[in-house]
């Protein structure tokens, strides 16, 4: 029975097989006719779908349209208002500049175009001035019971005036550089050996407070031959600025060319003298203007300028003695200090 049923088994299996193979066979390939797009084309899923997109088309939105014959409401109208730019007048005292003698003429007058010259405080800049001076004056023979004396001061400054006319420095920076000297020795004792550090870093502190540039501390080392050096010059310098409290003041005159270069000389020659360090600078300034005045036949000490310098003629006349008594010292050989001599023989 088994045998008998083998022959349809087989017979159906290959029923089957040819089935399926009429269905493979049955599949139909589109071929292209010759020479017709041949090409290295890939079509790909997104290049399909670009295609698609561009044969879809996009609906256009309809424009919305305006009357032009619309009446458009009228704007407000907006008034400029008026602001007030100018800040209101304060009612100021009036200053001391102002306060004039009606016989005097003020000689300040003439720079009110220039705001550097402070042309309405002026006078009150030389009043405040003449109250730093009375505060920082000196007191006559402040070296006794030192180890230093007036000798010792005056060598200083005579080798300074050196210093100075090499450096090529301003006449203003000498006489700062001897005030700041002369106020720190009254109030702090030295000993000599440490003397020409305190002057170098005097002329040092001067020619910053003075100059427009001042000179490097390895100029002033330099210039003491190595007797000291840059970080002892700074530990002065910030010893000096400590005991003065970095306080500082300078002063100014107005007389011609000729009359002016006598009286610098006469004050210089007062740098070299013990006995003159207590006068105040500005009566020393207002004595050798006075002397000066004298001496080149210029007339008389007037009210203008005693108004001005703040002095009278019989106020300033022991400052003009020790002038005179310099001169004749310096002009007859009877002083070894001759560097300002010289400074002033070039001139």
Not at 157 to 179: G, I, N, P
Not at 191 to 203: D, E, F, M, N
Request: aromatic letters at 8%; glycine letters at 2%.
């Amino acid at each position: 029975m088994a045998l008998l049923q083998r022959p349809t088994v087989c017979s159906d299996l290959e029923d089957i097989d040819t089935g399926f193979n009429s269905k493979v066979k049955s599949h139909v390939t589109i071929r292209r006719t010759v020479l017709e797009e041949i090409g290295n084309k890939v079509i790909t899923r997104a290049a399909q779908v670009a295609k698609k997109a561009q044969n879809t088309k996009v609906p256009v939105q309809p424009t919305k349209t305006t009357n032009v014959n619309k009446q458009l409401k009228p704007t407000a109208s907006v008034k400029p208002v008026q602001m007030e730019m100018l800040a209101p007048k304060e009612n100021l005292c009036q200053a001391f500049s102002d306060a004039l003698l009606c016989k005097i003429k003020d000689i300040d007058n003439e720079d009110w175009e220039n705001p550097q010259l402070c042309n309405d405080y002026v006078k009150d800049i030389y009043q405040y001035l003449r109250q730093l001076e009375v505060l920082q004056s000196i007191n006559p023979h402040f070296l006794d019971g030192r180890d230093i004396n007036g000798r010792m001061c005056a060598i200083l400054v005579d080798w300074l005036v050196q210093v100075h006319s090499k450096f090529r420095l301003l006449q203003e920076t000498l006489y700062m550089c001897v005030a700041i000297m002369d106020q720190f020795l009254q109030v702090q004792p030295v000993s000599w050996r440490k003397l020409q550090l305190v002057g170098i870093t005097a002329l040092l502190l001067a020619s910053k407070y003075e100059e427009m540039f001042s000179p490097n501390i390895e100029d002033f080392v330099y210039i003491t031959d190595n007797a000291y050096t840059s970080s002892q010059i700074r530990e002065m310098e910030t010893l000096i600025l400590k005991e003065l409290k970095f306080e500082r003041a300078s002063k100014a005159r107005e007389v011609d060319v000729e009359q002016h270069t006598l009286a610098k000389y006469l004050m210089e020659l007062t740098l070299i003298d013990y006995d003159m360090v207590h006068y105040h600078s500005s009566k020393v300034a207002a004595a050798a203007c006075c002397l000066s005045q004298k001496l080149l036949g210029q007339g008389k000490w007037n009210l203008k300028r005693q108004y001005y310098t703040g002095y009278t003629e019989n106020e300033v006349l022991e400052v003009m003695q020790h002038m005179a008594k310099n001169v004749v010292k310096v002009n007859e050989n009877l002083t070894k200090f001759i560097a300002i001599k010289n400074k002033y023989n070039k001139i």
